[in-house]
Nanobody
Framework: QVQLVESGGGSVQAGGSLRLSCAASTYTYSSNFMAWFRQAPGKEREGVAAKYTGSGGTYYADSVKDRFTISRDNAKNTVYLQMNRLKPEDTGMYYC?????????????????????WGQGTQVTVSS
């Protein structure tokens, strides 16, 4: 059973930065996508960013492009989300997700139903 454990959430003022980490244990799929989703109170969970194991296959939601960067350390089965110039609307619970994949091409990367494994989430709060 794959376990995903997020860390790095917290409270920050608008304009600040945070770095989230997600470590996957016993992940046996050499090719996979790892992604970040977020959910604000009363809203649906939405895709933030996703990244393939290999080259290519990096996706971002329009709302975070040029502010957030997703990266991976495949040797550690870990994915990161560097969040800069944070806004109050970035507030929410951030979840890590993962799924096996054979290609970098993943047009529906933002779909909640596309992922097999989920972490418990880490809270990000941005105050104005």
């Amino acid at each position: 059973q794959v376990q995903l454990v997020e860390s790095g959430g917290g409270s920050v003022q608008a304009g600040g930065s945070l770095r989230l980490s997600c470590a996957a244990s016993t992940y046996t799929y050499s090719s996979n996508f790892m992604a970040w989703f977020r959910q604000a109170p009363g809203k649906e969970r939405e895709g933030v960013a996703a990244k393939y194991t290999g080259s290519g296959g990096t996706y971002y939601a329009d709302s975070v492009k040029d502010r957030f960067t997703i990266s991976r350390d495949n040797a550690k089965n870990t994915v990161y989300l560097q969040m800069n110039r944070l806004k109050p609307e970035d507030t929410g619970m951030y979840y890590c997700a993962a799924r096996p994949a054979s290609s970098w091409y993943f047009p529906h990367w933002y779909g909640v139903d596309e992922y097999n494994y989920w972490g418990q989430g880490t809270q990000v709060t941005v105050s104005s």
